[in-house]
T-cell receptor, first 115, second 110 residues
């Protein structure tokens, strides 16, 4: 069982909707990540928060807005998405030494469909 | 662009057989990790090998790393139907960026 919890598991939204994906971890990790994964492709890094501050934004369109309210929570706010944004969105966490050389703990993901 | 490229893209074997997956990467690394993903689920860490290691074992898993060839292999021995999943190599040179390879989809027939 994963120690990173993501909600909702499935989300269908229209292109004019505003929705949010939520992620929670209680491992005391100070780095949290959002990845996007399309079918039969590897995960692609979107954002990294370190100590609740945004440290990496991989040139993600502004219709995706991350938020880290505290060290345990990570949100991804979605607005005016396009059908091509449909994908599995994975939240992950690591200790504060980063993802390179450390185990990345992934949540089960949120399946997003944009109609 | 992805750092790691894996082959084969897909592999179908019988239960009890061994499965070997290969990963190649382009730049210098500090370590290489392997992850497993069951269909539509999150990724699970399997094993990490550091750049100064050549081989590492964990249960039925054996990982090798050849830094001169910039390649790694993952061997799963005596495979089981439950090993059916996608397997990704992941490389990093430090910090918060880890690059995942394209992945190998393994199907183990019972």
């Amino acid at each position: 069982d994963t120690e990173v919890t993501q909600t909702p598991k499935h989300l269908v939204m229209g292109m004019t909707n505003k929705k949010s994906l939520k992620c929670e971890q209680h491992m005391g990790h100070r780095a949290m990540y959002w990845y996007k994964q399309k079918a039969k492709k590897p995960p692609e890094l979107m954002f990294v928060y370190s100590y609740e501050k945004l440290s990496i934004n991989e040139s993600v369109p502004s219709r995706f807005s991350p938020e880290c309210p505290n060290s345990s929570l990570l949100n991804l706010h979605l607005h005016a998405l396009q059908p091509e944004d449909s994908a599995l969105y994975l939240c992950a966490s690591t200790n504060d030494r980063g993802s390179s050389g450390n185990t990345i703990y992934f949540g089960e993901g949120s399946w997003l469909t944009v109609v | 662009s992805q750092q790691g490229e894996e082959d084969p893209q897909a592999l179908s074997i019988q239960e009890g057989e061994n499965a070997t997956m290969n990963c190649s990467y382009k730049t210098s690394i500090n370590n290489l990790q392997w992850y497993r993903q069951n269909s539509g689920r999150g990724l699970v860490h399997l094993i990490l090998i550091r750049s100064n290691e050549r081989e590492k074992h964990s249960g039925r898993l054996r990982v090798t790393l050849d830094t001169s060839k910039k390649s790694s292999s993952l061997l799963i021995t005596a495979s089981r139907a439950a090993d059916t999943a996608s397997y990704f190599c992941a490389t990093g040179a430090g910090g918060f960026k880890t690059i995942f390879g394209a992945g190998t989809r393994l199907f183990v027939k019972a």
